[in-house]
């Protein structure tokens, strides 16, 4: 596509339209993916290209992880040999770690669009919600070993619980906090994410990722050669990430598999690093780098 440099606008207005054209293109550039590691108590941290890095250790059995928008991330640690051994750590971005909250056994956790942070507690079957400075509240209970959790865009939460001979159900729960059934008998729920307004859900011992319309129609999504399904999540490209019991695995909007990582003892959780919000200065700062640069191509032509 030919463009016509000498049209844009130098006005402020303008600069900053530049600055904010060029974050839109860089924003939809790969994240890096996130990776607890059960047996090891290590996270890890994969470039796009694959390349791992340890990114946090000392975990004690870490399950589900999340991330905030400040891109602090949380790490669902679950102690199976101390009841309510467990807690929830804080890792910021330079590694830092302190306990955000501890007497509980959490195995999986989410963040709202409001950032309030949801923890399913697997022991006690109740759903705790927390606020920034680590006050718990429950926000449901009554679930049988509640596995995994994440939100529509709408802001209801939905529930992956039981397990074993079909005893796997998934239960959404309102922001007000009415429960309603929304699919069944499933084996064994590994994870939960939504791709726009369909829910995908991995079955552990099958190998089989489902796919539910908002409606709870089920259909098949893809079949991975391997058992031990767990956490899913995409990429900002399209890409779905899912871990196996030693590794993750890509699987392309094509449909194409895909093994991204290798060599985990047991993969836990998985979660990508979200994209900082540009601030209004960078945006001018970018804008003016266009500029600038409109000005040189318009000065070499003249």
């Known amino acids: 596509m030919k463009t016509n440099i000498t049209t844009l606008n130098c006005s402020f207005v303008g600069v900053v339209c530049a600055g904010a054209l060029l974050l839109t293109a860089a924003s939809v550039s790969a994240q890096n993916l996130f990776v607890s590691d059960y ?8 470039t796009p290209g694959g390349t791992q890095s340890t990114f946090a250790t000392g975990m004690n059995h870490p399950y589900g992880i999340a991330f905030n928008a400040a891109g602090n991330l949380f790490v669902a640690n679950t102690d ?3 009841p309510s051994g467990g807690n929830i750590t804080e890792i910021t971005r330079g590694g830092t770690q302190s306990i955000f909250f501890s007497g509980i056994d959490p195995i999986a956790l989410a963040f709202n669009n409001a950032g309030t942070l949801f923890a399913a507690d697997y022991k006690s079957g109740n759903i705790y919600e927390y606020t920034s400075s680590g006050v718990q509240s429950t926000f449901a209970s009554g ?12 802001g209801d939460l939905f529930v992956g619980s039981g397990y074993g001979d079909g005893n796997g159900i998934i239960t959404k729960i309102t922001p007000g906090g009415t ?3 929304f699919a069944s008998g499933l084996n064994f729920i590994g994870g939960l994410t939504f791709d726009g307004n369909n829910l995908l859900v991995t079955e552990v011992d099958t190998g089989t990722i489902y796919q539910y319309t908002a409606g709870g129609a089920q259909s098949t999504f893809a079949t991975v050669n391997t058992s031990g399904l767990g956490a899913l999540a995409f990429d900002n490209a ?8 030693h590794s993750v695995v890509e699987i392309a909007p094509g449909g194409g598999q895909s093994t991204f990582a290798t060599g985990l003892s047991i993969a836990s959780g998985l979660t990508f690093q979200p ?6 200065f960078a945006l001018i ?5 266009a500029f600038l640069a409109r000005r040189r191509i318009s000065s070499a032509k003249n």
Do not use: K, R, W
């Open 179 to 181: 429960q309603s059934p």
């Open 238 to 245: 399209g890409n779905l990430f899912v871990e196996t019991e």
């Open 285 to 289: 700062g970018i804008g003016a780098a």
């Open 143 to 154: 679930f049988t070993t509640p596995l995994a959790l994440t939100f529509d865009s709408t």
């Open 80 to 82: 199976q040999n101390v």
């Open 275 to 280: 994209v900082p919000e540009p601030s209004t």
């Open 39 to 46: 047996n090891a108590g290590n996270v890890y941290q994969y």
